[in-house]
């Protein structure tokens, strides 16, 4: 079992999302710090590489979000379907219904 640098203390599995990517790392069970291994960080960078940023528009007292032209085709979407939205501890995803 890995020990925290900071104070010895024992690591333990955690993680939770940052900027809409999942992450996984080790957090000190006595003084809180958390911190990730090579393989978690490159994991991390791998999964932040593939979240698509996009720009919210007004569209009335809603907002619309336009969803690239790449994950149109990759799912196989059509204007007029519907789609779920998934609410989430830190946010919500859009899922094809
Ligand atoms: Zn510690």
Request: with cysteine.
């Amino acid at each position: 079992m890995k020990k925290c640098p900071g104070c010895g203390g024992r690591l333990a599995q955690a993680g939770g999302m940052r900027k809409g990517v999942t992450y996984y790392s080790l957090r000190c069970e006595k003084c809180g710090e958390e911190i990730m291994t090579l393989d978690q960080a490159a994991s991390y960078l791998d999964e932040a590489q593939k979240a698509k940023l996009v720009k919210l528009s007004k569209w009335g007292e809603s907002l619309a979000v336009r969803i690239p032209a790449e994950a149109v085709r990759k799912y196989g979407l059509n204007a007029k379907e519907k789609a779920r939205i998934l609410f989430e501890k830190d946010g919500f995803k859009i899922v094809p219904a």
